[in-house]
Nanobody
Framework: VQLQASGGGLVQAGGSLRLSCVPS????????IGWFRQAPGKEREGVLC????????YYADSVKGRFTISSDIAKNTVYLQMNSLKPEDTAVYSC????????????????WGQGTLVTVSS
């Protein structure tokens, strides 16, 4: 059981990226999928989460109005759409899964992906 995160890269400020999270070995139908990020020298923080009932929760006020989360059941994929990127969004972004409901505390998540690096240049 694992998660595969992809889609990171280098982008200029103001640009967009879409990250993908694909579970392997399970379907996310019964799981909440959260996106977390960790910038160099900083603690990991929650960004966004989508529950098994498709409710979304923002954990980072700084991304409201710029980031959205969505799921495609047919592709068993959860997306993090990031628009109007800023240099302070630079971080390793990871997706994680926990049964049903979203939590801001990353310790509540059972399964983790390896992370994908997002670098935003000014």
């Amino acid at each position: 059981v694992q998660l595969q995160a992809s889609g990171g890269g280098l982008v200029q400020a103001g640009g967009s990226l879409r990250l993908s999270c694909v579970p392997s070995g399970f379907s996310f139908d019964d799981y909440a999928i959260g996106w977390f990020r960790q910038a160099p020298g900083k603690e990991r923080e929650g960004v966004l989460c989508i529950s098994s009932s498709s409710d979304t929760t923002y954990y980072a006020d700084s991304v409201k109005g710029r980031f959205t989360i969505s799921s495609d059941i047919a592709k068993n994929t959860v997306y993090l759409q990031m628009n109007s990127l800023k240099p302070e969004d630079t971080a390793v972004y990871s997706c994680a899964a926990t049964p049903r409901n979203c939590y801001s505390d990353y310790d509540r998540y059972y399964y983790w992906g390896q992370g994908t690096l997002v670098t935003v240049s000014s």
